[in-house]
Nanobody
């Protein structure tokens, strides 16, 4: 079982940066057993995969819309995955969720591939 808590959302101007963190509490398995993904959902839109990382960080995935601007990283010692978001755009505004998949992989980075979810954190980018 894994429980996830996101933090780091907020309001930022276009061109600014935010760092999201996903802290995991794991029982029965180790943090390395989980792929972790970051997803976002804007009002009126479907939830979409932003970036995913496999257990032990051996592979990563980025959506085309964030490639080159966002960086996903894991800190296995702290059971945490971070998403560094740079050069933010108004279209990045959404609720961001982290999710875990036991024995999962970084791709496909799809919501239906991940079974455990955090509560979400709001990211708002003003123009």
């Amino acid at each position: 079982e894994v429980q996830l808590v996101e933090s780091g959302g907020g309001l930022v101007q276009a061109g600014g940066s935010l760092r999201l963190s996903c802290a995991a509490s794991v029982s029965g398995f180790t943090f390395d057993d989980y792929a972790i993904g970051w997803f976002r959902q804007a009002p009126g839109k479907e939830r979409e995969g932003v970036s995913c990382i496999s257990g032990r960080g051996s592979s990563t995935y980025y959506s085309d819309s964030v490639k080159g601007r966002f960086t996903i990283s894991d800190d296995n010692a702290k059971n945490m995955v971070n998403l560094q978001m740079n050069s933010l755009k108004p279209e990045d505004t959404a609720v961001y969720y982290c999710a875990a998949a036991l024995y999962g992989v970084a791709w496909p980075c799809r919501p239906d591939s991940f079974g455990s979810w955090g509560q979400g954190t709001q990211v708002t980018v003003s123009s």
